[in-house]
């Protein structure tokens, strides 16, 4: 996942990061795995810390592009914090590259995760890495992911649980009902 990430952050780094005067050409690379590493271990700390609400807030619509939700807030904070100290940007240069990065990382990232069409990422792989492979652990964020995924729009089936049925449903959607997912399945 981490690598996904990366590609992630190098897709947004552009602006973010290296056309940023703010950042100086030798640390463009680093600042973006940086960013990479602030985002899983931000990720691991709300985990860590009981918070699966903002962590299940994330697939809520746009909410992960939103810079005022509290798990983006949290994410740009730590990315901030972390820019300057590694790097020695001032708070105004960190807080415009992590507060530029992030919101589109995270909005990117969730997208990705919540298209069935997208197998890039998926809410198991950001889980798997969130939780650091510890299923019990795991099996609490896909609970929250799952309580609060009905309200979020992921509960395509309306059964009151998010899972693979709702993937099937999402595709069936999308392909015109089960006689046009067969079909495409099929070539008919």
Do not use: R
């Not at 592009?65 to 798990?71: F, L």
């Not at 909005?107 to 298209?115: E, I, Q």
């Amino acid at each position: 996942m981490f690598e996904q990430l990366t590609n992630l952050i190098k897709q947004f780094g552009g602006d973010a990061v290296v056309n940023n005067a703010a950042v100086p050409n030798e640390h463009n690379e680093a600042v973006m795995n940086e960013a990479s590493s602030s985002i899983l271990d931000g990720l691991k700390e709300m985990v860590a810390n009981g918070n699966t609400s903002d962590l299940a807030g994330l697939f809520q619509g746009d909410n992960a592009s939103d810079a005022s939700n509290p798990a983006v807030k949290q994410l740009t904070d730590k990315l901030s914090g972390s820019l300057g100290e590694k790097f020695g940007l001032d708070s105004d240069a960190a807080s415009g590259v992590a507060g530029s990065l992030i919101p589109k990382v995270l909005g990117s990232l969730v997208n990705k995760a919540k298209d069935p069409n997208d197998s890039s990422f998926q809410v198991s792989d950001i889980v798997n890495a969130i939780s650091g492979g510890n299923s019990e652990t795991g099996g609490g964020i896909m609970d929250a992911i799952s309580k609060y995924g009905g309200q979020f729009g992921l509960d395509q089936d309306g059964d009151g649980q998010v899972g693979i049925s709702d993937a099937v449903a999402a595709v069936s959607k999308k392909s015109g009902g089960l006689g046009g997912l067969l079909g495409k399945l099929f070539g008919k």
